[in-house]
């Protein structure tokens, strides 16, 4: 079964802020890493996180708490083209990949 | 454009049949990792490739295989399939064997089993 947990969706209007948090069960953990995927296209990264703290990127930015095996992923200052699906990701021992189920996120005008 | 290259884009067959997929890495990346997405799923890890040797297994079926040739390209073989195997298929690449961060994903090849 899945060892990552998402919301499967979220909903927000344009300008705001939202988090979707990434709760993880894994041995061996090497970091947690943050994808975005719109409809019908590839996955591409947006942030990573190997040590405890916030790491900003732009209007990104992804928070870790190794201790809490938890994450998030703030987005500030929605625009419309952030509507989409947001994956965390982690590696487990053997450097087996697993993504969480994915939230998806709508921005509403 | 991430710069890693997939073909075909779109497959149609039947059950029973099998394909194969390509794909081409990011000028300079040795690793090459392979994804299946089905519809309203997230991403399940199928295999990694690095440098020509197989680096880390996912949840790969019997019926798949996949290799990584000398000039770094890697294919795909899905054989016997199945309605189930009908997917989006990705493949990613990266520059080392363990970076989860720098994974570069290609468009896709969206199989469809009838």
């Known amino acids: 079964g899945q060892s990552l947990e998402q919301p499967s969706e979220v909903t927000a209007v344009e300008g705001a802020i939202v988090q979707i948090n990434c709760t993880y069960q894994?041995?061996?953990?090497?970091?947690l890493s943050w994808y975005q995927q719109h409809d019908g296209g590839a996955p591409t990264f947006l942030s990573y996180?190997?040590?405890?703290g916030l790491e900003e990127t732009g209007r990104f930015s992804s928070f870790l708490s190794r201790s809490d095996s938890y994450g998030y992923l703030l987005l500030q200052e929605l625009q419309m083209k952030d509507s989409a699906s947001y994956f965390c990701?982690?590696?487990?021992?053997?450097?087996?990949?697993?993504f969480g189920p994915g939230t998806r996120l709508s921005v509403l005008p | 454009d991430s710069g890693v290259t997939q073909t075909p884009k779109h497959l149609i067959t039947a059950t029973g049949q099998r394909v194969t997929l390509r794909c081409s890495p990011r000028?300079?990346?040795?690793?090459v990792y392979w994804y299946q997405q089905s519809l309203d799923q997230g991403l399940q890890f199928l295999i990694q490739?690095?440098?020509?040797?197989?680096?880390a297994k996912g949840n790969i079926l019997e019926r798949f295989s996949a290799q990584q040739f000398p000039d770094l390209h890697s294919e795909l073989n899905l054989s016997s399939l199945e309605l189930g195997d009908s997917a989006l298929y990705f493949c990613?690449?990266?520059?080392?064997?363990?970076?989860?961060?720098?994974?570069?994903f290609g468009p896709g090849t969206r199989l469809l089993v009838l």
């Open positions: 990613a690449s990266s520059l080392n064997s363990d970076r989860l961060k720098t994974q570069y």
């Open positions: 894994t041995s061996g953990f090497y970091g």
């Open positions: 996180n190997a040590l405890d």
């Open positions: 990701a982690v590696r487990r021992d053997g450097q087996n990949f697993v």
């Open positions: 000028s300079g990346d040795l690793s």
């Open positions: 490739y690095y440098n020509g040797e197989e680096r």
